[in-house]
């Protein structure tokens, strides 16, 4: 299965950008990237997923890696309420395979 | 709003009880998932429904099963709760493969 890599904690000031890595150097060509965040005492909740090009919704960008090995969550202006668990995980394109989430990032918003 | 909703969103079991926790979805999904979350162990998956009486082990399957009668409900089956089985579960759905998954609000479970 393969599997992604997040730094345990980062920290932002509010109004500010943040950039949120993952490394998923196993990643094979039909993986989705998607992120989720859960935010306390709630279920997770999605927030982008992509395959090979950067995509943007209003909650997000995720800027994806030339060679897919890599992705990144950009929130463009944090807020309090973006305090949260980040999950980056993978999902096996064209099949029903499971999810596999691994511990995430949590982001700490200062004001 | 659409929504997956789960039966309880407390509960309190005596080791040894047999357990049903209920999840429904009302967005006619295929894919339904059961997961369980522990302090500094993130979210862990149980099992995992692609269709109808259909169902898949996912990394901690023991002490536990499923049901999938209808589409829309999926069902977590602790046969006799036991002590270790403490925890927040939490109960996701998608349409397919690659679609983004939406979870319920979890059940805190305590087993005493």
């Known amino acids: 299965d393969a599997k992604t890599t997040q730094p345990n904690s980062m920290e932002s000031n509010e109004e500010e950008p943040v950039h949120l890595p993952c490394n998923h150097s196993t990643i094979s060509g039909t993986d989705y990237i998607h992120w989720y965040r859960q935010l306390p005492s709630q279920g997770p909740e999605y927030v982008i997923h992509?395959?090979?090009s950067n995509v943007n919704n209003r909650m997000a960008s995720l800027a994806i890696a030339e060679d897919r090995k890599s992705s990144t969550l950009i929130l463009h202006r944090a807020t309090l309420r973006d305090a949260a668990v980040y999950y980056c995980?993978?999902?096996?394109?064209?099949?029903?395979?499971?999810?596999?989430f691994g511990k995430g990032t949590k982001l700490s918003v200062k004001p | 709003d659409v929504k997956v909703t789960q039966s309880s969103r407390y509960l309190v079991k005596r080791t040894g009880e047999k357990v049903f926790l209920e999840c429904v979805q009302d967005m006619d999904h295929e894919n339904m998932f059961w997961y369980r979350q522990d302090p500094g162990l993130g979210l862990r998956l149980i099992y995992f429904?692609?269709?109808?009486?259909?169902?898949e082990k996912g990394d901690i399957p023991e002490g536990y099963s499923v049901s999938r009668e209808k589409k829309e409900r999926f069902s977590l089956i602790l046969e006799s709760a036991s002590t270790n089985q403490t925890s927040m579960y939490l109960c996701?759905?998608?349409?397919?493969?690659?679609?983004?998954?939406?979870f319920g609000s979890g059940t805190q479970l305590s087993v005493l």
């Open positions: 992509g395959l090979t």
């Open positions: 996701a759905s998608r349409k397919g493969a690659n679609e983004k998954l939406l």
């Open positions: 429904s692609y269709d109808v009486k259909m169902k």
């Open positions: 995980i993978l999902t096996y394109g064209g099949s029903q395979g499971n999810l596999i």
